[in-house]
């Protein structure tokens, strides 16, 4: 019992262990389905060896993403404000649990340690501002308004429905881009259809795991591996789409045809940004997906 | 209650729908109650032959394509002759304002500006009646509501906006607000001189510098202001006004010195400015066309509930982006709310809109007036039952009769499509899960009415309908104070209250 043995060296007496690796598929509807297209990609590290096989979304996945989160916009956005912050904080917990996975998987991918413990550090951070603010953006961006006539007069904010997100595309944010872009559209109460880090989705399926694992209900956050100029047209035109945030659109003639798709039933549209390596969080992100509502009522006996 | 209802029990509220309401009496009507006619002077308004743009505070000539005319809705006179503005006059518009806002303007304090925006808002409550008369002659919508609801409440948007100028920091603590530029604002017919200060007072407030466009067929208001201005002592340039048709509006909001555009008027127009503002740092706000669900449950007090919905379609001929234009009565309140609501619109006086006892004035042009006409013939043709109160409408002039459709299905065009006009489509519902599937189901999201007795219900109905202002036990109230926009197809952006501020400015530093 009370022996302390050194385990004993694998490396050194057997062969090299056979690994198992993932198979990375989509997330939709709180599933892990491959394309409906039976397309993939490679994805490749630094030196251009091959790491995995993701899945080339298609429109059709797209369209399944959209109606996943369309069914999930009542249920999340009824839920109480209190109760979506301790989802969002479960979210930084469980991410936090598996931080050397991904520190590992970023590494795997070319990142140096360093960064790569920064970036899943500064996504965990991301989460716990914005678990921390479900249920206070109301508070800061309601009013209570003075009308001149004898009228109880409120106005707050509310959550604007499904929400396209093109994450962000640079180096270093494959993982932190999601926090930047999903946590501020879900902390309201939106579902999202995310289109992820094109060369380095390999970050966002496993954060899918983590969101599914985290009482994230299904269809809340669907994440879309493949090709954001083949599929952001589709999100930007989808007419049951509310708003589109082209934060990762580097590409300006496909942000423009973007800005101009979403024109036709007005979708909210948050132009394409690059985040500032400091950021956490702000409340204009997280106003941008909500709508105003006013109230009026007579005030007598 | 047997579960399958009999055959006489399924045909009788039918019969009492179809029959007369017993509480009518006689000839009903206007001339149920004569009244001696009560026109309100137009001696007051002196109105110039011609008006040209104004711009950099003097007024010029337009550059090319000349002068149109305005004409009164109820008399058919033409009122005088504007300046169709020409992608040129735009240019010099905008750089005028750009010039002003480079220059007198942002040497200004907040203070200072606040105080020029309360002495416009002065000027207004002293000019009104002058203001209230031009705006139902131009118009054509009825004295007794541009005399005591677009005048004092365009002051009232003045008055309001004055104090925000030097309070920025209040308003957003902890961030410096920096104004965006020149703002290019166009506005529509329905409420003129109100739309203008919706516009105007938040821009000069945040410290930016306007160029104005008014409607084709109601510019009067908006040139009259220019006098308010040069009285105020408004440093040139800092409002501009350029008048003419759509395509004025289209180079104004598409040329490249605006930072910002701010547009009330239809959904396809707002789409159009949508997709020509991509690609651009524009800042955008849209107010833009609805189709209100009025909501009436059976416990609500129903002669308040008529009023409101009386209040809700025909105020201003209906022509409101808010109206509530689609009724949804409980159906175990339908015969009683119907029958109310035909014994108060007989009594609805339609008429010259000069005269104070008028309740529904003239319809704004003859091409309004064709549009709700084709809608009205379609809501029939669909097969929804029409009623129209008896009574004359006036020989001369364009008006159309307050007009209800009951029996209409959500797939009627008078179900879906904004008539901008005094037409009410009823519907009825069981349960108030259904009264909110069917009242979000349209591309719109303006506004909602509900009426209940019951406060939890209200509540819920409030929380689950998809409109940005939503009138519990009332309609159609409106306030400075009180943010004003839309969900989904009915725009983006508020304007009023202090969420009107914003959309005029940018921050250093992000919140």
């Given amino acids: 019992m009370a022996t302390t043995k050194k385990p004993a060296s694998r490396t050194a007496a057997a062969p090299a262990r056979l690994g198992v690796p993932k198979t990375y598929k989509l997330f939709i509807g709180g599933k892990f389905p491959r394309s409906e297209s039976g397309r993939s990609y490679e994805v490749v590290d630094l030196r251009g060896e091959f790491l995995a096989n993701a899945s080339l979304a298609s429109r059709k996945d797209a369209r399944d993403a959209v109606a996943a989160a369309r069914k999930a916009v009542k249920g999340w956005s009824g839920a109480t404000a209190y109760n979506r912050g301790q989802v969002l904080y479960r979210i930084a917990e469980v991410l936090d649990g598996r931080r050397d996975q991904f520190v590992a998987e970023l590494v795997s991918l070319g990142a140096t340690q360093r960064s790569a413990v920064a970036q899943v550090d500064a996504a965990i951070g991301t989460w716990i501002f914005h678990a921390g603010f479900s249920d206070k953006y109301a508070q800061v961006l309601g009013s209570a308004n003075p009308v001149a006539a004898p009228y109880f007069n409120f106005s707050l904010p509310e959550p604007t429905g499904v929400v396209a997100i093109v994450a962000p595309q640079d180096a270093g944010w494959s993982l932190r881009g999601l926090a930047a872009t999903i946590a501020p559209a879900i902390v309201s109460g939106n579902a999202v259809v995310v289109v992820a880090h094109e060369t380095n989705p390999l970050s966002a399926i496993s954060f899918a795991e983590v969101l599914a694992t985290s009482d994230v209900p299904a269809g809340v956050v669907n994440i879309l591996t493949g090709s954001a100029a083949e599929l952001a047209p589709h999100l930007a035109s989808h007419m049951d789409v509310n708003a589109v945030d082209l934060a990762g659109v580097d590409d300006s003639t496909l942000a423009i045809d973007l800005e101009v798709r979403a024109a036709e039933n007005l979708k909210r549209v948050v132009r394409p940004r690059t985040l500032p390596a400091a950021h956490v969080g702000t409340l204009d992100e997280i106003q941008q997906f909500t709508e105003l509502k006013t109230v009026w009522h007579p005030i007598g006996v | ?511």
């Avoid at chain 2, 200004?108 to 409550?125: K, T, V």
Wanted: charged letters at 25%.
């Fill in chain 2, 1 to 511: 209650m047997a579960t399958k209802p009999s055959k006489t029990a399924t045909a009788a509220p039918a019969t009492t729908r179809n029959a007369p309401p017993k509480t009518r009496r006689g000839s009903a009507g206007p001339n149920q109650w004569e009244y001696a006619p009560a026109p309100e002077s137009t001696k007051i308004v002196h109105l110039r032959e011609r008006y040209e743009h104004y711009i950099g505070g003097e007024w010029t000539k337009p550059s090319a394509k000349g002068y149109f005319d305005t004409v009164s809705p109820s008399s058919l006179e033409v009122l005088a002759k504007v300046a169709q503005g020409s992608a040129k006059d735009v240019d010099r518009a905008v750089a005028a304002a750009r010039a002003a806002f480079d220059g007198d303007w942002s040497r200004r304090s907040g203070a200072e500006r606040g105080r020029f925006l309360f002495r416009i808002a002065r000027i207004l409550q002293e000019r009104a009646r002058e203001f209230a008369v031009l705006e139902t002659m131009d118009g054509g919508k009825a004295i007794k509501e541009s005399r005591d609801i677009d005048v004092p409440l365009a002051a009232a948007h003045f008055f309001y906006y004055a104090g925000w100028a030097d309070k920025l920091e209040y308003a957003f603590p902890g961030r410096r607000a920096r104004p965006l530029g020149v703002a290019a604002q166009v506005i529509p017919w329905n409420f003129p001189l109100l739309m203008l200060a919706w516009k105007v007072a938040p821009a000069l407030a945040a410290g930016n510098t306007v160029v104005l466009k008014p409607a084709e067929t109601t510019p009067l208001t908006a040139l009259l202001f220019c006098e308010v201005l040069e009285q105020a002592g408004l440093p040139a340039g800092v409002v501009n006004i350029v008048t003419g048709d759509g395509t004025t509006g289209a180079a104004l909001v598409e040329h490249p010195g605006v930072d910002k555009v701010a547009f009330t008027g239809s959904t396809a127009v707002g789409k159009r400015i949508a997709r020509a503002v991509a690609g651009t740092d524009k800042k955008v706000t849209l107010e833009l066309g609805g189709k209100a669900a009025n909501i009436v449950f059976d416990d609500a007090p129903i002669d308040a509930a008529v009023e409101g919905i009386v209040n809700g379609i025909f105020f201003n001929q209906g022509h409101v982006c808010c109206a509530g234009s689609r009724l949804f009565v409980q159906e175990s309140a339908f015969d009683a709310v119907i029958a109310k609501l035909k014994r108060r619109m007989d009594t609805l006086r339609v008429g010259d809109p000069l005269d104070k006892n008028t309740d529904v004035g003239a319809i704004n042009s003859n091409a309004q007036l064709q549009r709700i006409t084709e809608l009205v013939a379609a809501g029939s043709a669909e097969g929804a039952e029409i009623w129209q109160p008896s009574g004359e409408l006036p020989a001369r002039g364009y008006y159309f009769k307050p007009t209800i459709f009951t029996g209409v299905s959500q797939s009627h065009r008078i179900a879906q499509e904004e008539i901008f006009g005094p037409v009410l489509s009823v519907l009825t519902f069981r349960t108030p899960d259904e009264a909110i599937e069917k009242a979000n189901n349209t591309p719109y999201g303006l506004s909602a009415g509900v009426w209940t007795d019951k406060g939890s219900r209200i509540l819920s109905m409030v929380d689950r309908l998809r409109a940005g202002v939503v009138w519990a036990n009332t309609f159609n109230r409106f306030d400075p104070t009180s943010p004003f926009g839309g969900y989904k197809e009915s725009g983006y952006g508020r304007e009023g209250g202090l969420h009107g501020l914003a959309p005029y400015l940018n921050f250093d530093g992000r919140r």
